[in-house]
């Protein structure tokens, strides 16, 4: 069943449902999943930049192997601006929605220290309501993100994590959220919630 929900809800948007519809069943089938977790993340990131910086916030989750160091899930993130260093102010939004996956660096899941590699692969839109000759004022682009993470437990429920991480966006040409402003350095800092007793 988990594995049905995980393949499913990203082929609702190529159904020939209406777009209502389809945002309706994909609430549904992520609320749905993400109340099946076994673990599961809130996500605040910062893509610092020269001109302007970028903070968003998401949830990710999934569930786990049998050895409990890899978890399989679904990841979402949302931004939203409204003043850009180099353009000034204006509403910059940005968002994304995909696969995501962790390797977990722990001889156990109770161990209180240990790093951990997410890697998220996506589907993007950003939007703006921003004008500028060449430039679009929405787009659908793809996005990568490989971090590297350090996580402490606070409990038998509850982890902190934070790090680094490099995120690459191919198919962005909004004004003012294009390729090279939405890729590039990452950092990533989040509490995450499971059932970390051996």
Same mark, same amino acid.
Request: aromatic share 14%.
């Given at each position: ?75 979402? @993130? +949302? #931004? ?7 353009? /000034?102010? =204006? ?5 994304? %929605? &995909? ?42 682009? @793809? +996005? #990568? ?7 402490? /437990?606070? =409990? ?5 994590? %934070? &790090? ?35």
């Amino acid at each position: 069943m988990k594995i049905a929900l995980l393949l499913i809800v990203p082929l609702l948007l190529f159904s020939n449902r209406s777009i209502a519809q389809n945002y309706l069943l994909l609430l549904d089938g992520i609320v749905h999943y993400f109340s099946t977790y076994d673990d599961l993340s809130i996500q605040a990131e910062i893509r610092p930049g020269f001109q302007n910086t970028f903070f968003s916030f998401g949830v990710r989750g999934g569930h786990n192997n049998k050895t409990d160091n890899i978890t399989i899930g679904l990841s979402i @993130f +949302y #931004s939203k601006d409204k003043f850009h260093g180099e353009i /000034g102010p =204006g509403t910059f939004k940005n968002s994304h %929605f &995909g696969l995501y996956g962790e390797k977990k660096f722990r001889k156990n899941r109770n161990q209180k220290l240990y790093l951990s590699t997410p890697l998220t692969l996506a589907v993007g839109v950003s939007t703006t309501d921003q004008y500028a000759p060449s430039y679009a004022d929405n787009s659908i682009y @793809f +996005y #990568s993100e490989a971090e590297l993470l350090i996580n402490y /437990g606070l =409990g038998k429920r509850i982890q902190l994590n %934070f &790090g680094p991480g490099v995120r690459i966006c191919d198919g962005s040409d909004t004004f003012g959220l294009n390729d090279r402003d939405l890729s590039g350095l990452s950092f990533q800092a989040g509490i995450r919630f499971g059932n970390f007793t051996q």
